[in-house]
Every structure is written in C-alpha cells, then in structure tokens.
C-alpha cells in the first residue's frame, strides 16, 4: 500500500529534520506504542499496538534512518513482525521551506504479509491513514508547541 501527502508545520526546516531525524523524539509520534529501544543514533526498536476491527495485538518493528540529506530530506526504513504477520515500512520526508515555516512532503510504502493482511485493504488502508493523521498532529504539537486536542 502506498500513501503520500503533505502538510505545513511553524518550523524552520533544521528544526523538522532534527527533530525526526532524532530516535528518541520520532518515537514520540508513534500511535499507541507500548515499548521503545534505541540501539543507536539511526536505529530503534519499537513495540505498538495495533487493532483491525477484531484482530488486536502488539506489533514489534525494528527501523533504521537511511540515505539522511541534512536539512532536506530522509528515509525511514523499519521491518517487523507480530499477530502472525510481517510489516515493511519506507518513508520518505522531503523538507521545504516555505513563508509559514516548513512543508513536509511525505510518502510511505508498506507491505503487510500474513492474518493482517488477510483481513481486507480497506480496513487495513484506513486504519493506516487514520494513525498517519495522529502522526502528522503529533509532529505539530510538538514542533509548534501546540497543545493535543482530546
């Protein structure tokens, strides 16, 4: 499944990239994640939670940061497995500035293999977009200072 967007945050562009390109700040933007394990400064180990429709469990992943460009862009490589399934995950950040601050181009790649996929790409493709969508505020909040909305 392949999604991509965009979005503006109130930062300069050396903020962004310090901040995502940091593991133990880009750990703060995953959703429910239940245990974190930095290896070094460009790996980390993660545990989340996950729930599709009536399938719910936990989800280990190991990521690496690749091919870093200070100030304008990075890959997110990160491999996992759990719930009788596997997970590869890229994404790619592309940072711009722009006037408001900095625009985060953004596009991610996984492939989902086993009882998760089994389940249906719809339920599966919204539940992604909609953990994306909690990312994407996560790094506002935390790059703009802006509390979370409840």
Do not use: C
């Amino acid at each position: 499944m392949k999604i991509a967007d965009k979005f503006v945050v109130a930062a300069d562009r050396e903020k962004v990239y310090k901040f995502v390109t940091d593991p133990d700040n880009f750990i703060k933007l995953i959703p429910d994640l239940q245990k974190y394990e930095k290896v070094d400064e460009r790996n980390f180990k993660t545990v989340f939670k996950i729930g599709l429709g009536m399938i719910k469990g936990n989800i280990s992943m190991a990521f690496r940061y690749e091919e870093l460009n200070p100030p304008s862009s990075v890959k997110v490589v990160g491999h996992g497995s759990g719930m009788q399934s596997t997970a590869d995950l890229t994404l790619n950040l592309a940072l711009n500035p722009v006037q408001e601050g900095t625009e985060v181009v953004w596009d991610a790649d996984i492939l989902v293999g086993g009882l998760v996929a089994s389940v249906g790409s719809r339920l599966m493709e919204s539940t992604t977009k909609s953990k994306v969508r909690e990312i994407v505020e996560n790094i506002k909040t935390a790059l703009e200072g802006k509390k979370k909305k409840k």
